[in-house]
């Protein structure tokens, strides 16, 4: 079966520089969750969308930007990169927001910040 | 906000049970979900309960007591491949976010 898929899967960038994540969800999945992962510790809530709309907001800086396009992917942008950015990026998917639907996590991209 | 719990790292022999439990507090509550992550790769789906009781899936099973604010997760017959960590986290009322605790590394010893 089709899972999340993640691009890139590893990503290095130097200080203030300018990253883009993408995410394309499980086919007819509509539902997109992006989580940041510092090593070490657990998954943090960034944003999520549903049906191309912002669903709701954690703890994402600023300096980022999401987006949910009219196929469902979604791309994380993220500015001014700063070494405190260096952690791995889950996109998650479901197909709608109903209780119960679990989260299909994909692979992560693994950011680095130099 | 949620505060949820779990202990830092457990440690069994193979072919042993071991438990792992979570206590939260939050201001709603909209499920419980347990999920398997090894070191660098993504969460992979484990369980979920949103009423009391017992969920039994094949070696690994799932309770929640709601009025306590605690659930736990029992690993029977371990096996070296379910050394890893072990995340609880729970789903807000409002919108379908997760908060994870801070995971329970589990040390499967020969």
């Known amino acids: 079966a089709a899972g999340v898929i993640q691009s890139p899967r590893h990503l290095i960038k130097e200080k203030r520089e300018t990253a883009t994540l993408k995410c394309y969800p499980i086919?007819?999945?509509?539902?997109v969750y992006w989580y940041q992962q510092g090593p070490g510790q657990d998954p943090q809530f960034l944003i999520s969308?549903?049906?191309?709309?912002?669903?709701d907001k954690g703890s994402i800086p600023d300096r980022f930007s999401a987006q949910q396009f009219s196929d469902y992917h979604s791309e994380l942008n993220m500015s001014s990169l700063e070494l405190g950015d260096s952690a791995l990026y889950f996109c998650?998917?479901?197909?709608?927001?109903?209780?119960?639907?679990?989260?299909?996590f994909g692979p992560g991209t693994r950011l680095t910040v130099l | 906000g949620q505060n949820i719990d779990q202990p830092t790292e457990m440690t069994a022999t193979e072919g042993a049970i071991v438990q792992i439990n979570c206590t939260y507090q939050?201001?709603?509550?909209?499920?419980l979900f347990w999920y398997q992550q090894h070191a660098g790769e993504a969460p992979t789906f484990l369980s979920y309960?949103?009423?009391?009781g017992l969920e039994e899936k094949g070696r690994f099973s799932s309770f929640l007591s709601r009025s306590k604010g605690y659930s736990y997760l029992l690993l029977k017959e371990l096996q070296m491949k379910d050394s890893a960590s072990y995340l609880c986290?729970?789903?807000?009322?409002?919108?379908?976010?997760?908060?994870f605790g801070g995971g329970t590394r589990v040390l499967v010893k020969p």
């Open positions: 998650a998917s479901t197909l709608g927001t109903s209780v119960g639907n679990e989260q299909f």
């Open positions: 986290a729970v789903r807000e009322s409002a919108g379908n976010k997760l908060t």
């Open positions: 309960n949103v009423l009391d």
């Open positions: 939050t201001s709603g509550f909209n499920g």
């Open positions: 086919p007819r999945h509509d539902t």
């Open positions: 969308f549903y049906e191309k709309m912002q669903s």
